[in-house]
């Protein structure tokens, strides 16, 4: 009998163990699950589905950028006209950029060129034109682009930029994925071209060189 209770109390300390573990291994996370923070981001709408993505949590920058913006991110572009007023059959150069300066793009990798734009040109006459024809102008890895136009009838000219907006889709670096998922919103923006009969001369102003030492404390 003593050998058998011993034999009982065992089997019993051995099964209590054996579930324990189990009950612990059914609790602890999957090795390929996400944390709460970043399940909770995706059950809300978080954007968070590349290939291979139920391996990777949500870093801190990301969750910050959804709880923030909802994944949409709005934008501000800008355009500069110059010279502006200009004369009448006068070369017009447009640079146009979105000071958000798009994260990891840099001279030569695949995000270099991913900020679009377009003009919008309206004539006095009514005439309206776009400029590219088809297709836009692709940024350069600071965000912005230009181009030139030669205007051909006096008057103000309306003149719209337009950033075309981007879907933030690459995930390979731990750096693109603190922004997968993200959208850039479209955004424009209108400037007034002024185009007269005269010709605007552009003078370079030559600064005068010094014609005795600085003086401490330099200030400027």
């Known amino acids: 009998m003593k050998i058998s209770k011993n034999k009982y109390l065992a089997t019993v ?3 209590t163990l054996l579930f324990t573990i189990a009950v ?12 709460s923070a970043t399940q909770a981001a995706v059950d809300a709408g978080m954007t968070w589905d590349f290939p291979g993505s139920d391996a990777y949590d949500a870093s801190s920058t990301r969750l910050r950028l959804w709880e923030r913006y909802e994944d949409s991110i709005p934008t501000t572009v800008f355009a500069v006209l110059s010279p502006n007023p200009v004369g009448i059959n006068q070369l017009v150069s447009a640079v146009m950029f ?3 300066v798009l994260n990891g793009a840099a001279f030569g990798n695949d995000l270099e060129d991913e900020y679009h734009y377009t003009l919008d040109i309206t004539k006095p006459s009514g005439e309206e034109i776009t400029l590219p024809p088809s297709g836009y102008f692709k940024s350069d890895s600071t965000g912005s682009t230009f181009t030139t136009f030669t ?8 003149v719209t930029v337009n950033y075309l907006g981007l879907f933030y889709r690459w995930y390979e670096s731990s750096s693109y994925r603190n922004y997968y998922g993200v ?3 479209p955004s424009s923006r209108t400037y007034t071209l002024v185009v007269q009969e005269e010709a605007v001369i552009r003078e370079f102003k030559q600064v005068p060189l010094p014609t005795e030492f600085w003086m401490r404390p330099i200030e400027g």
């Open 13 to 15: 300390v051995s099964l």
């Open 24 to 35: 612990s291994l059914v609790t602890l996370p999957s090795a390929y699950g996400w944390n």
């Open 98 to 100: 979105n000071p958000q």
């Open 151 to 158: 205007p051909d009838e006096v008057g103000n000219w309306t």
């Open 183 to 185: 959208t850039y919103e």
